[in-house]
């Protein structure tokens, strides 16, 4: 009887073992990134606040933005400095010996989540768009963690956004994505792999 006995906790506590649930330090994900990509060079780099992350957009022409995406109140001052750096960009050129990269500006910002959540990745591009409806002047296609991710997109510098569930601008499309958009909708939610801005 001792033996059953013995046998029964030792499946109770392998049972039990196999059953306890992780503690809440374990199952917490990772901190959102806030990453930036050159549509010019290619390169990526990712930091830990959007702050870092807008003040390289902008080569440190705008260094207030909060660590985490702001409300709608900060959105609009955010706007502003942003529209203003772009602005500066265009009337200067790339005078004083300034190279192309430093030269460029925000030209889409997206998020993970609905309403400007998680994780953000904004991309920078030679120059202002030039409005034409559909006529895509420049694209860009994520890196591989950052497909079907995105859930909202923010367009600057006169840019209007299309989004691409393939590489180099190939699939169906949606668009234009003209303002701020907490949300893309069904059809391209977490679908999205390349951009393109007319």
Not at 42 to 67: L, Y
Not at 112 to 137: E, K, M, P, Q
């Amino acid at each position: 009887m001792r033996k059953a006995t013995a046998l029964a906790g030792v499946a109770t506590l392998g049972i039990s073992g196999l059953l306890s649930v992780p503690s809440a330090e374990s199952a917490a994900p990772p901190s959102a990134q806030h990453c930036v990509g050159s549509f010019s060079s290619g390169a990526q780099q990712c930091f830990a606040t959007f702050t870092e992350a807008i003040s390289t957009a902008t080569h440190g022409a705008v260094t207030s933005a909060p660590a985490q995406v702001p409300d709608a109140a900060g959105k609009a001052a955010l706007d502003r400095q942003i529209q203003q750096a772009a602005g500066q960009k265009s009337a200067l050129g790339n005078r004083a010996g300034r190279d192309a990269a430093a030269g460029e500006v925000i030209q889409g910002t997206f998020f993970d989540n609905r309403d400007f959540g998680g994780g953000s990745f904004t991309v920078t591009g030679a120059g202002l768009c030039d409005g034409s409806d559909g006529v895509i002047n420049y694209e860009f296609t994520f890196p591989g963690d950052w497909f079907n991710r995105i859930s909202s997109v923010q367009p600057w510098a006169s840019c209007k956004i299309w989004l691409y569930p393939d590489a180099n601008l190939t699939g169906d499309r949606d668009g234009p994505f003209t303002e701020n958009t907490g949300w893309i909708g069904t059809f391209m939610d977490d679908r999205t792999d390349s951009v393109g801005f007319s």
